[in-house]
């Protein structure tokens, strides 16, 4: 992006958008601390199948509001999200006050150097199930590995980002709780330019609770960064996976050749295996940057 670019980003139109499911506790102080900190952004509520007056109430508090007939998960409110605005740039926050709307316009400046600004909290041991935290740590170091570079929060729903960019990767998202893991890679692995800024988390008001479910959810979590990384870098996966192969049947064969004096036919399954696997991933690879180019 030049430097004209940069210097007139924030000029374009803000939409604030928010997936809300049952938030009518939450979401209208929500709303009113998005218009404090950021009076000129339009503020959509996707309303993803409540069954209580979420609906009506972000209305009353000024935002307006998509309706999901039912519910189908925050993924697909930011997927509607993402159709039905035109362009600009979109902030993201949860519709629980978990987040804090004053760390938005900080956000927002970022945005002139950087393609994505997530929110990165921060994982105290005090804070959380120590298995959500253990599960979160996994996800972060996977990611981090494939990705090439340090995430230090890859689940967080708090970011501010281009439409422009986002919706290129429009048929990728998926409709659970995946879309900020999802989105996340998608940006990095792409060459865009994304960063993590420090923010501060709410405690979840008395009597609601998470609607993320740790094996469920931490399944789809890795089954969608491998995809990404498929996609995209698959020789990171294919190339360390056949080269272990590859050393497991050396050392077979040395050790059947020590102890044995012969030559085991297993043997060659795993030499096969990870020759196969090498050269696949190099053929998966051209059909990744085949596929960068064209999106570019």
Known sequence: MSTTERNHLLGLSITIVMPAYNEEKT??????????????????VIDDGSTDNTRRIAEAAGAEVVRHPNNKGNGACLKTALRSIDGGIIGVLDADGQHDPGQLPEMLELLRDYDLVVGARNFAPQEGSPLRNLGNRIL?????????????????????????????????YPNGYSFPSTSTLSFITAGYNVTFMPVSVSSRPAGTESKLRPFRDGFRFIMFILRIIT??????????????????????TIRNLILFQQFSEGVVLFLAGGINIIFFGLILDQFALLRLQARD
């Open 27 to 44: 979401v209208s102080d929500v709303i009113r601390g998005v218009k404090a900190c950021v009076p000129n952004a339009r503020i959509l």
């Open 140 to 172: 972060r170091k996977l990611a981090s590995f494939l990705a090439e570079r340090d995430i230090p929060d890859l689940t967080s729903g708090f970011r501010v980002f281009r439409h422009d960019i986002a919706i290129k990767f429009l048929h990728l």
């Open 231 to 252: 996609m995209t870098n698959p020789n990171k996966i294919f190339l360390p996976s056949g080269l272990t192969m590859i050393l497991i049947g050396v050392v077979l």
